[in-house]
């Protein structure tokens, strides 16, 4: 989602541009190296470091490691979801940030395999960028559609 954010069009409504409105929109440390790690120049790191600004970038907690471990015994026996999809450490972390915060998490990538989480809001990016602005604050805030 922030990468979309990125590369809409100058002025446009991008998903992140619509949740801002709505509430704070935060981003793990994981995701924000990983932006980083993608610019390529000065300039779009640059653009990138200005992004995160305007977030509030969440870090990881010790405590988390029992969540962590907890989601990996019970949730996520095998490394993957009911869907199928491969559990990696990033969604272990992100999981259990997301439970132990009480944040939803708005993805596209992570959908399937975060999906099976009790106790973890997960919405899709596409979704919502399908949602009337009234649509969109329902969905995140109040969990309906």
Partial sequence: MLAGHLLAPSGSASLLRRLLVVGQCMTSVLHAAELLACARTDGERGVVEGLLKGLK????????????ARLRATTMPGGRSSTGAKFDTEAVALAAL???????????????PLSDIAGLRVLSASALERESDEGLRRAVLDGTR
């Fill in 98 to 112: 997301a439970i132990e915060s009480k944040l939803v998490i708005v993805t596209e990538r992570l959908v399937l």
């Fill in 57 to 68: 970038v969440v870090g990881l907690n010790g405590r988390y490691a029992v969540t962590m």
